[in-house]
């Protein structure tokens, strides 16, 4: 899957944004989307697929939910701990 | 599956009090433990399964992860949408 499929969720925007890339992404021809965050955007991310599924989008399907944790480095060197989302989105037939 | 498997994960107490929670339910005699989080403390339900699965129980796997949309009643009567999450944590044998 080519990296144009990703929408990285962060905290700065609302949910909305996301979702017009989202839509955007698959207008453009994607037959997957992956919703990608990381900490306090997990629940962004979250919103960002419901939203779509259940307003814009009625044949879209939630195809795979993975977590993972990732380490940050601290503005100090030393390192943190984030736990990160993935959520593959797909059409269905 | 009883209730008694579910962990219901909010935002006033740590992630450790919710990884406490789950190790218990195993330690118990559960097959299977269902993190369940709404809105802000969906990042907090991720943080709960990947703490547990990397620093408490190596053999522990995400079996399933499903998110949904619940409506909320507001103080003044109107409804709001929040987005849901529901990880379903087992031992692989």
Chains 1, 2 share one sequence.
Do not use: C, H
């Amino acid at each position: 899957m080519s990296d144009d499929n990703v929408v990285y969720v962060g905290s700065k925007k609302g949910p909305m944004d996301y979702v017009l890339a989202v839509v955007t992404q698959f207008n453009r021809g994607s037959e997957d989307v992956v919703l990608k965050a990381r900490g306090g955007a997990i629940g962004r991310a979250v919103d960002t697929a419901e939203i779509t599924k259940n307003r814009f989008m009625q044949n879209l399907e939630i195809l795979d939910i993975t977590t993972g944790t990732e380490e940050l480095e601290n503005e100090d060197g030393s390192a943190s701990n984030v736990s990160s989302i993935s959520i593959t989105l797909g059409e269905s037939n």
